[in-house]
């Protein structure tokens, strides 16, 4: 039997497909998300983080050097992954609406979802 990640409240389940090494581009993703969402709707946001801004500027600098010697023009899809700190995401996330932001490690997910006993979809 399914039940909902959180009793008693429907909401839509929204999947983040999609790569931006642009942090614009990021939020204005994470607008449309947040205003997708149901009253009481959750969006998690599962992607590789790192802790340290240097780690961060260090690898959008290295994309773009990459990028310049290959002659990769804007907009044209290059897959380089670009974390951005936990601040930054979580920074990004209230900037494009979203109420309450926290960073939870996955066993915390599944944790909370098996206390539960709900399904992560």
Request: net charge positive; proline share 2%; aromatic share 10%.
């Amino acid at each position: 039997m399914r039940r909902d990640i959180i009793p008693g409240v429907k909401h839509q389940g929204y999947m983040k497909l999609w790569r931006s090494n642009n942090f614009a581009e990021k939020a204005g993703l994470y607008t449309k998300i947040q205003k997708a969402l149901r009253a009481k709707g959750m969006y998690i946001e599962c992607d590789y983080m790192v802790t340290d801004q240097p780690v961060e500027d260090e690898l959008f600098a290295e994309n773009a050097r990459l990028r310049r010697e290959m002659n990769i023009q804007d907009g044209e899809f290059y897959q380089f992954d670009t974390p951005c700190t936990i601040d930054n995401q979580i920074a990004m996330l209230k900037k494009a609406g979203f109420s309450s932001v926290e960073m939870v490690r996955l066993m915390k997910i599944i944790q909370l979802a098996q206390r539960d006993r709900c399904s992560i979809v």
